[in-house]
């Protein structure tokens, strides 16, 4: 019984002494991984397909199947690619727009916000909209443009890790930057009548 005491008085003791003091804690700030990204340095890309845009130089292209226009962009030190499809119209401009747009609509379930940039290049052809889709979604950038008559190319961006938006977030802004560069740079090529 006098153990039994000797513990219960012990305890006690502990803990009124543990509750007592100023001990204010403060949560930690929100912290991401320090990315060392290089400042891009863009070259022109071009060859036989009927565009040509400018990427970062780190960045590099392969084409996915001989004698067509899709590429996969590897995005370098950001472990992702761009898929990168062209597609030469035969159907009515809608049908390519509905297409891109319910691409984007799968996402929604994981999605926590959807915006959307407009392009009209009028000068030069080039009309289109980019998706910047924000939480854990598979495919944090979706893009489409076209010259409203013939041609149309899409991109779909993927990450080769898990989709976790705050671990992405320095890297999803800095692709950003670059995807802006690359579709304000698109251009169709002249094309033989």
Not at 1 to 23: E, P, Q, R, W, Y
Not at 46 to 71: M, N, Q, R, W
Not at 73 to 83: E, K
Request: overall charge negative; aromatic content about 14%; charged content about 20%.
């Amino acid at each position: 019984m006098k153990i039994l005491s000797l513990v219960l008085i012990s305890l006690f003791l502990a803990g009124a002494f543990s509750c007592s003091g100023d001990n204010n804690f403060i949560p930690k700030p929100p912290t991401y991984l320090k990315l060392d990204l290089p400042t891009p340095k863009y070259i022109s890309f071009s060859d036989s397909c009927p565009y040509t845009f400018e990427i970062p130089s780190f960045y590099s292209l392969k084409t996915v199947l001989a004698g067509e226009c899709h590429k996969d962009i590897d995005l370098g030190p950001l472990n992702g690619v761009i898929h990168f499809s062209y597609i030469p119209m035969v159907e009515p401009l809608s049908a390519y727009v509905n297409y891109s747009i319910d691409k984007v609509d799968e996402h929604k379930i994981k999605a926590t916000a959807i915006n959307d940039t407009r392009f009209i290049d009028t000068a030069h052809h080039v009309f289109g909209t980019l998706f910047e889709l924000k939480g854990d979604v598979a495919s944090p950038f979706q893009f489409y443009l076209t010259d409203s008559t013939k041609n149309f190319v899409s991109g779909v961006v993927y990450f080769n890790s898990q989709p976790n938006y705050d671990s992405l977030k320095p890297s999803l802004d800095y692709l950003k930057k670059d995807l802006l560069h690359m579709i304000e740079t698109f251009r169709w090529k002249k094309q033989q009548p």
